[in-house]
């Protein structure tokens, strides 16, 4: 398994701002991804990320609005750019190890 | 047609009772399946991961795989009321680059005592 913590743990922002989210594992990973979940919704993955790459996104989401930084092999940033309340959500770190996926414990942004 | 479908629920049992939970999926290639359960306010927690048609065990869970009919099914044997939560399917489809993971809808369990 994976020992993952992201920070904060929860937010809550104003329209406008932007708010980054860390993620920290407790050791060396190759492949972490972002994953947002709506209210009441399944998980939705906007990249992921790899060491010494740039962050591939999936389609709906761009680098501009979700810039993503993977400085080394146990940590990754996540910024939420210009929010809108439409960016209420909860944001999840995961990393793979031994071909399965562990997630972090979240980040609950609501965006006033 | 989504690319993985499971019944959003809820599935009711009672306690003690064997609870069934179904998942579907789109893509015939794909290679590694995987159960998650996410409580209420909690990130997913991998119970489960199977790559091989038929039955894989662990404790009161059982995932059992279907590559033909493209099906992946978890039983929780003896549920408790602690089982209650969403259950989460996932699939690594091969079509997808960069190992990535496709996610049903989620169904969600009730199990009452």
């Given amino acids: 398994s994976a020992v993952i913590s992201q920070k904060p743990s929860r937010d809550i922002c104003q329209r406008g701002t932007s708010l980054t989210i860390q993620c920290q594992v407790d050791s060396q990973v190759t492949m972490m991804f972002w994953y947002r979940q709506q209210p009441g919704q399944s998980l939705t993955l906007i990249a992921t990320a790899n060491q010494g790459s740039e962050a591939t996104y999936e389609s709906g989401f761009v680098i501009d609005k979700f810039p993503i930084s993977r400085p080394n092999l146990t940590f990754s940033t996540l910024t939420v750019s210009n929010m809108s309340p439409e960016d209420s959500s909860i944001y999840l770190c995961s990393v793979e190890r031994d071909g399965e996926q562990y997630f972090g414990p979240g980040t609950r942004l609501t965006v006033t | ?113």
């Fill in chain 2, 1 to 113: 047609q989504k690319e993985v479908e499971q019944n959003s629920g809820p599935l009711s049992v009672p306690e003690g009772a064997i609870a069934s939970l179904n998942c579907t999926y789109s893509d015939r290639g794909s290679q590694s399946f995987f159960w998650y359960r996410q409580y209420s306010g909690k990130s997913p927690e991998l119970i489960m991961s199977i790559y091989s048609n038929g039955d894989k065990e662990d404790g009161r869970f059982t995932a059992q795989l279907n590559k033909a009919s493209q099906y992946v099914s978890l039983l929780i044997r003896d549920s408790q009321p602690s089982d209650s939560a969403t259950y989460l399917c996932a699939v690594k489809m091969i079509k997808a680059a960069g190992n990535k993971l496709t996610f049903g809808g989620g169904t969600r369990v009730l199990v009452k005592p």
